[in-house]
């Protein structure tokens, strides 16, 4: 299957955004999402585990949610600030144990 | 302090092979499964293999399966990535990535800062 996510997207500080993950073929649900970001030049860093869960030192303002409706997750972000400006990866797994990745988001906060 | 610290990257011509390291601190190896990711210049995030715990259990992306082998030695904190036939899509920046449990979930917590593998004659 593949995960699907906008190109790019763009919001002011302050505000909310909300970049989805669309799965192809499929349950959503049928295994965990992750998310992670990537700032230029950097490493990836996780934001979300297991479709909901913020490792020790993401901030609050990060939130992540599966729904089955549209076979997606979403990551939701709020009270943007600069320092949010990255790409960010949707990643899941199939049934042979082969992990899958989106193919990234650019946020600009501008 | 945790770290993945990744080596063994460079320039080799195609058909060639490679090994990549993964040395881990900072935490009790053999307690997780392990993975590579890479990502191509100005690319996304490709998921190459992974590895359970105790070795029992390792998969590949179609793309290198046949071509790559993944292992780790938990006595050494140190997992690898044989790399063979190489190819000119191969080239990208190469991470170690740890799991969040020991069979293996696909939730990485920790990641490496990359090594970089140009298949170039």
């Known amino acids: 299957f593949m995960l699907t996510q906008p190109h790019s997207v763009s919001e002011s500080p302050g505000k909310t955004v909300t970049i989805s993950c669309t799965r192809s073929s499929g349950s959503i649900a049928s295994n965990y999402v992750q998310w992670y970001q990537q700032r230029p030049g950097s490493s990836p860093t996780t934001v979300i585990n297991e479709d909901n869960q913020r490792p020790s030192g993401v901030p609050d303002r990060f939130s992540g949610s599966i729904d089955s409706s549209s076979n997606s997750a979403s990551l939701t972000i709020s009270g943007l600030k600069t320092e949010d400006e990255a790409d960010y990866y949707c990643q899941s797994y199939d049934t042979t144990n082969q992990g899958v990745f989106g193919g990234g988001t650019k946020l600009t906060v501008l | 302090e945790v770290q993945l610290v990744e080596s063994g990257g460079g320039l080799v011509q195609p058909g060639r092979s490679l090994r990549l390291s993964c040395a881990a601190s900072g935490f009790t190896f053999d307690d997780y499964a392990m993975h590579w990711v890479r990502q191509a210049p100005g690319k996304g995030l490709e998921w190459v293999s992974g590895?359970?715990?105790?070795?029992?259990?390792?998969h590949y992306a179609d793309s290198v399966k046949g071509r790559f082998t993944i292992s780790r030695d938990n006595a050494k904190n140190s997992l690898y990535l044989q790399m063979t036939s190489l190819r000119a899509e191969d080239t990208a920046l190469y991470y170690c990535a740890k799991d969040v449990a020991a069979s293996g979930t696909h939730a990485f917590d920790i990641w490496g800062q990359g090594t970089m593998v140009t298949v170039s004659s």
């Open positions: 590895i359970s715990w105790s070795s029992g259990s390792i």
